[in-house]
């Protein structure tokens, strides 16, 4: 018999570093399962990991629970390749940095089982999308 869901959960918390502190520790609490437990879990799972990594959490009625580890999110794979801290504030106006359709192409590719495109063209269209909101240059 398949066990029935309580509620799903989205989190995103860096690599090998997440504690029963706030924001993790209140919101598993609050879903009523073991902190502790998922803590070890996430940590041991991501540890050889570098970026910001989204977690799908499922909890079960009987307080157990499941988790799927995302890939990292594209605005952070794409202010890595262009080399910048963080995207332009006005990114019309201001570029805060510039990145290649090959590194398009390899974020695409590392992103594409998180993406809803069809083949691998479309993805490097949402990524270079993404990038151009962040006021970062596709060349």
Same mark, same amino acid.
């Given at each position: 018999?398949?066990k029935?869901?309580?509620?799903?959960?989205?989190?995103?918390?860096?690599?090998?570093?997440?504690?029963?502190?706030?924001?993790?520790?209140?919101?598993?609490?609050?879903?009523?399962?073991?902190i502790?437990?998922?803590?070890?879990?996430?940590?041991?799972?991501?540890?050889?990991?570098?970026?910001i990594i989204?977690?799908?959490?499922?909890?079960?009625?009987?307080?157990?629970?499941?988790f799927? #580890?995302k890939?990292?999110?594209?605005?952070?794979?794409? &202010?890595?390749? +262009? $080399?910048? %801290?963080?995207?332009? @504030?006005?990114?019309?106006?201001?570029?805060?940095?510039?990145?290649?359709?090959?590194?398009?192409?390899?974020?695409a590719?590392?992103?594409?089982?998180? #993406?809803?495109?069809?083949?691998?063209?479309?993805a490097? &269209?949402?990524? +270079? $999308?993404? %990038?151009?909101?962040m @006021?970062?240059?596709v060349?």
């Amino acid at each position: 018999m398949a066990k029935k869901i309580d509620k799903k959960i989205k989190l995103q918390i860096p690599p090998g570093t997440a504690t029963p502190a706030p924001p993790v520790g209140p919101v598993l609490g609050q879903a009523g399962i073991n902190i502790g437990e998922f803590v070890n879990q996430f940590n041991s799972r991501t540890a050889e990991l570098s970026d910001i990594i989204p977690v799908e959490l499922t909890v079960y009625s009987d307080r157990s629970f499941d988790f799927i #580890l995302k890939t990292p999110p594209a605005s952070s794979l794409i &202010k890595k390749a +262009a $080399g910048v %801290a963080k995207g332009s @504030g006005k990114n019309l106006l201001s570029k805060a940095g510039q990145v290649s359709q090959e590194q398009v192409r390899a974020i695409a590719e590392q992103k594409m089982v998180d #993406l809803n495109a069809t083949d691998i063209d479309g993805a490097a &269209k949402t990524i +270079a $999308g993404t %990038a151009r909101s962040m @006021g970062i240059e596709v060349k």
